[in-house]
């Protein structure tokens, strides 16, 4: 039996295995970002024009090219930002921090169409189609705007201004768009011009650009806080996300540290008074070091798990000093790098979870006494059905759909990755299982499936991370 036979075999069992499983969970809380996305198709045509008619905003741009900005202060840092992005073929996300630049990119680029936004706004409407019995989400301001985004699910609740679980669209409270994220997306191959420089994305992805300015601070309402408590108990898993909306300092003279601290305190508090919740925090691109190194020290010791993909983990990395390292994982020739660089985080943190999601593969540290090997690969396998499914039609289908995501090629070109990994571990059934033991911690890989057109990206990390964490 071939390599792809076996492993198609395991998704087989995953699938129907993860249907029952995600009747048993009691509940998913969500928090703390939900927004209002625009999607933008990237048209070179546009850039270039807009470009061509501010010939000192095409100077800038092309000097900065090598550069980047921790925000987006001006339309350089923007269209900077977005280049950046483009040439790497990497996801990135900045802030929007003046409101003259949120009016310049409506007035100069606009949106193709608006979508439910925020990392907790996704995983929300990519959840409720699953078994479920409930999930809670954090979304502040509740306008009515907001509220219609969220999905028409039975299992979709807020907490109103009573206190009461309620679904959002029964919930919300006046009415404005009071936040934007920006989501540029760009094909593989869009080659666009900038200065005496032609750019070509290497692959698929997007550039996020956001305005948020409610929630840029990053403060739970205080009626969430103090609601929170008497519906807990109906709850077992808690995803944590939304901190890369922080600055690193505010016109008032405050800085991230001021925000970072009350919401890390908030989790900590609620873990120690309820004990059978499990938390997971999904990191994002944080385009500062200061933020990133905050969160490892604040927030990382207080979850137990963490999701998190290879740009995420190379810059942590660097923080850390840790350059070279850095430049193996980025080299894509070997996992054992990738291995190496999770393990340190791990010992450091205490994380008793970490899971990596990359093009073509999914690799998780996960301590023994957490959760078996076979339950951490059924739930990334999974997810890997999901995001495939996903990625072919553009939404969370039914579950015959999600079905179809079986039908996608799973990844050989991991096998020569894997194989190499094996031997390193000396674990002989490696290949066919992915699963390893060593320091007490479980190590699974997965490849997944690619799917080669793919009809929508945005938010596959926040599914692929939040699914295989609450199965798993």
């Known amino acids: 039996m071939s390599l792809q036979t076996k492993w198609q075999d395991l998704y087989q069992a995953a699938l129907d295995k993860s249907f029952s499983a995600l009747e048993t969970i009691p509940g998913v809380i969500l928090g703390f970002h939900s927004t209002i996305d625009g999607l933008k198709r990237v048209v070179p045509e546009q850039i270039e024009k807009i470009l061509a008619a501010n010939p000192a905003l095409e100077e800038e741009v092309s000097s900065r090219l090598d550069t980047l900005p921790t925000e987006i202060r001006t339309p350089a840092d923007l269209l900077v930002g977005l280049a950046s992005s483009l040439q790497r073929g990497k996801a990135l996300q900045l802030m929007i921090t003046e409101e003259a630049v949120y009016r310049w990119v409506m007035d100069n680029l606009g949106y193709d169409q608006i979508r439910m936004g925020g990392t907790s706004g996704n995983m929300a409407n990519f959840l409720a189609p699953l078994p479920l019995p409930r999930i809670l989400v954090y979304a502040n301001p509740l306008t009515k705007e907001q509220a219609e985004l969220f999905a028409d699910s039975e299992n979709l ?18 009415e404005g768009i009071y936040a934007i994220h920006w989501i540029f997306e760009y094909p593989k191959g869009l080659r666009l011009k900038i200065g005496g420089e032609v750019l070509e994305s290497p692959r698929a992805n997007r550039f996020i650009a956001a305005w948020n300015p409610v929630n840029n601070k990053l403060q739970i309402q205080a009626s969430f806080q103090q609601h929170l408590p008497k519906v807990l108990p109906d709850f077992s898993h808690f995803v944590v996300s939304g901190f890369h909306i922080l600055s690193e300092n505010y016109p008032d003279g405050t800085t991230w540290l001021d925000y970072l601290r009350p919401v890390a305190r908030f989790l900590r508090e609620t873990k ?17 070091p200061a933020i990133r190194r905050g969160i490892i020290d604040h927030i990382l010791p207080t979850v137990d798990s963490l999701g998190l993909n290879e740009v995420e983990l190379c810059a942590i990395l660097r923080d850390r000093g840790e350059d070279e390292l850095a430049q193996e994982v980025e080299s894509r020739t070997s996992l054992l790098p990738v291995l190496r660089a999770l393990e340190r985080l791990a010992d450091s943190t205490g994380l008793r979870r970490i ?22 690969r059924d739930a990334m ?11 072919a039609i553009g939404r969370v289908g039914t579950p015959d759909e999600i079905r179809e995501g ?6 050989s070109q991991l096998f020569p990755l894997m194989a190499e990994l094996a031997r390193e571990l000396h674990e002989d059934k490696f290949m066919e299982t992915g699963i390893a033991a060593k320091n007490g911690r479980r190590i699974v890989l997965v490849p997944t499936k690619i799917v080669a057109k793919p009809v929508l990206t945005v938010g596959l990390g926040d599914l692929i991370s939040s699914s295989s964490f609450i199965l798993g």
């Open 157 to 174: 609740f807020v907490i109103n201004q009573d206190g009461e679980l309620q679904h959002p669209h029964r919930a919300w409270s006046g």
């Open 272 to 288: 120690n008074e309820h004990s059978h919740l499990r938390f997971h925090y999904e990191f994002a691109s944080i385009a500062s």
């Open 355 to 376: 899971q990596l999601h990359d093009l073509g593969y999914y690799l998780t540290l996960v301590d023994a006494d957490y959760a078996s090997g076979e339950k951490t």
């Open 381 to 391: 396998l999974f997810a890997a059905t999901l995001a495939a499914s996903r990625s």
């Open 406 to 411: 079986l039908n996608v090629p799973t990844a």
